[in-house]
């Protein structure tokens, strides 16, 4: 199975966030170096001389902010994940791994969160009771910088953290893909969105009519699929067999992992994650820079200038859009910036008044 080109066909095309752009606008031509509040001189027509080194300088910050694609983890909690993984429950596993990721990823990414079945705080937890075939609802809303907000329901064996829920014989699959494909519709966003459901079996029930859990859980993920929603299964040490599983069928429709140790599992999904944070490469703006001016960034507490590029198949940055409120970091930088705990991108507009009182916008 071809999992890494799947899961980048799924997510690199789609170049996420608390993290801050700070453009500042520069006048002058580097003469008189940065700051500097000099009158400019005149020539003996009253102009401006190109030729001035007593260019004024002003700044304005922009704002600009990273886009952030919204990510559900499912989380299986049933008896199926109870088993061990290389002398580590599967459950507790999963647990970990997902801590680490979203602690990695958190400020590109909003991450949200549904187990199944669910604990006693979930407002579904009533409606669970009465049937065993049931999933929580998404208890973490997708946001940016959640670990503080996952970590609790995650690690409900943890001391002080909401009760674990009761092992149920039942892996509700197609509840919990149901949960979400349902939160998605009743909660509309422009961001890019994706669901990871973390199991360790198949399909076991369906709370339909027709009880077919292998073909309403498939029907579920397609409706995700439909939606535009990006997927992948994660199965934690199971293997399911690749003829007759429905695991392997609804892992089909987006990326299937199977990991058979723990660092697999923190492999497969950082593989999936990044691939997805890659759409904080992107950073809008509200701000229109000036025509007259020239863009430099630089990222983290580096003076070095990341290089301009043509297109975004290059290493560097390029203007995202025409009207320059978008700009694309792209290759290893992106890479970089993916890769870090960034709160903001140091930028700067620069703009020389030495041409004429009208060369550069008066900004108060």
Same mark, same amino acid.
């Given at each position: 199975?071809?999992?890494?080109?799947?899961?980048?066909?799924?997510?690199?095309?789609?170049?996420?966030?608390?993290?801050?752009?700070?453009?500042?606008?520069?006048?002058?031509?580097? $003469?008189?170096?940065?700051? *500097?509040? *000099?009158?400019?001189?005149?020539?003996?027509?009253?102009?401006?001389?190109?030729?001035?080194?007593?260019?004024?300088?002003?700044?304005?910050?922009?704002?600009?902010?990273?886009?952030?694609?919204?990510?559900?983890?499912?989380?299986?909690?049933?008896?199926?994940?109870?088993?061990?993984?290389?002398?580590?429950?599967?459950?507790? *596993?999963?647990?970990?791994?997902?801590?680490?990721?979203?602690?990695?990823?958190?400020?590109?990414?909003?991450?949200?969160?549904?187990?199944?079945?669910?604990?006693?705080?979930?407002?579904?937890?009533?409606?669970?009771?009465?049937?065993?075939?049931?999933?929580?609802?998404?208890?973490?809303?997708?946001?940016?910088?959640?670990?503080?907000?996952?970590?609790?329901?995650?690690?409900?064996?943890?001391?002080?953290?909401?009760?674990?829920?009761?092992?149920?014989?039942?892996?509700? $699959?197609?509840?919990?893909?149901?949960?979400?494909?349902?939160?998605?519709?009743?909660?509309?966003?422009?961001?890019?969105?994706?669901?990871?459901?973390?199991?360790?079996?198949?399909? $076991?029930?369906?709370?339909?009519?027709?009880?077919?859990?292998?073909?309403?859980?498939?029907?579920?993920?397609?409706?995700?699929?439909?939606?535009?929603?990006?997927?992948?299964?994660?199965?934690?040490?199971?293997?399911?067999?690749?003829?007759?599983?429905?695991?392997?069928?609804?892992?089909?429709?987006?990326?299937?992992?199977?990991?058979?140790?723990?660092? *697999?599992?923190?492999?497969?999904?950082?593989?999936?994650?990044?691939?997805?944070?890659?759409?904080?490469?992107?950073?809008?703006?509200?701000?229109?820079?000036?025509?007259?001016?020239?863009?430099?960034?630089?990222?983290?507490?580096?003076?070095?200038?990341?290089?301009?590029?043509?297109?975004?198949?290059?290493?560097?940055?390029?203007?995202?859009?025409?009207?320059?409120?978008?700009?694309?970091? $792209?290759?290893?930088?992106?890479?970089?910036?993916?890769?870090?705990?960034?709160?903001?991108?140091?930028?700067?507009?620069?703009?020389?008044?030495?041409?004429?009182?009208?060369?550069?916008?008066?900004?108060?």
């Amino acid at each position: 199975m071809l999992r890494r080109a799947a899961v980048l066909g799924i997510a690199l095309p789609l170049l996420a966030c608390t993290e801050h752009v700070i453009i500042h606008d520069m006048w002058g031509d580097g $003469s008189a170096g940065p700051g *500097a509040d *000099a009158t400019p001189a005149r020539d003996a027509t009253g102009g401006f001389s190109a030729n001035d080194a007593f260019c004024k300088y002003q700044y304005r910050p922009l704002a600009f902010t990273p886009r952030a694609a919204q990510l559900v983890f499912l989380l299986d909690r049933s008896v199926y994940m109870q088993s061990s993984f290389n002398g580590t429950p599967r459950e507790i *596993a999963a647990e970990m791994a997902l801590v680490d990721t979203i602690a990695a990823y958190q400020s590109k990414v909003k991450f949200g969160f549904e187990q199944f079945p669910p604990d006693s705080n979930d407002r579904a937890y009533t409606d669970c009771q009465r049937n065993t075939c049931c999933a929580g609802s998404v208890i973490v809303d997708p946001k940016p910088n959640a670990s503080k907000a996952m970590n609790g329901p995650i690690e409900c064996d943890q001391m002080g953290n909401p009760p674990c829920p009761t092992p149920g014989y039942d892996s509700a $699959s197609f509840a919990a893909l149901a949960q979400v494909r349902d939160y998605f519709k009743s909660h509309p966003s422009g961001d890019d969105r994706y669901a990871v459901l973390v199991t360790a079996s198949e399909p $076991s029930c369906s709370s339909l009519s027709d009880g077919d859990a292998c073909k309403d859980a498939l029907a579920a993920a397609n409706d995700l699929g439909n939606m535009g929603v990006g997927f992948a299964v994660v199965s934690v040490g199971y293997q399911p067999d690749p003829t007759t599983s429905c695991l392997v069928r609804i892992g089909n429709t987006g990326t299937l992992y199977t990991p058979l140790n723990s660092y *697999a599992l923190a492999t497969d999904l950082d593989e999936f994650v990044s691939a997805v944070a890659r759409t904080g490469c992107v950073l809008d703006s509200n701000d229109v820079p000036p025509p007259q001016t020239q863009l430099v960034v630089s990222m983290g507490t580096s003076t070095t200038a990341i290089p301009q590029v043509d297109s975004p198949d290059q290493n560097g940055w390029s203007f995202a859009n025409s009207a320059h409120t978008s700009i694309t970091f $792209s290759g290893t930088w992106c890479d970089q910036f993916v890769g870090s705990q960034f709160n903001n991108i140091s930028a700067g507009d620069y703009c020389s008044t030495c041409g004429g009182p009208s060369a550069c916008p008066q900004w108060q």
